[in-house]
């Protein structure tokens, strides 16, 4: 089952939920307020390590490293 992020405007709190897919596009409970709350767009971070130095660094969701829609993810891109 996948991980949803959602946020409540009324409290102003973001949290997760492992819910079915099916279940995706429905709103779901605020845990604090009980509020009706909308999914949004999760974001996640990528790491590479760097050949020449040994050490990681981290590359934004959208720098066009692996995870920006490249088709390197599984690892062929060599980074």
Known sequence: MPIYEYHCKPCKRRFELLRPMEFADRDASCP??????????????????????GESSSLPAASGGCGAGDSCCGGACGA
């Open 32 to 53: 604090t307020c009980s509020k009706t709350s909308r999914r949004v767009l999760s974001v996640f971070a990528a790491f590479r390590k760097d050949a020449s130095t």
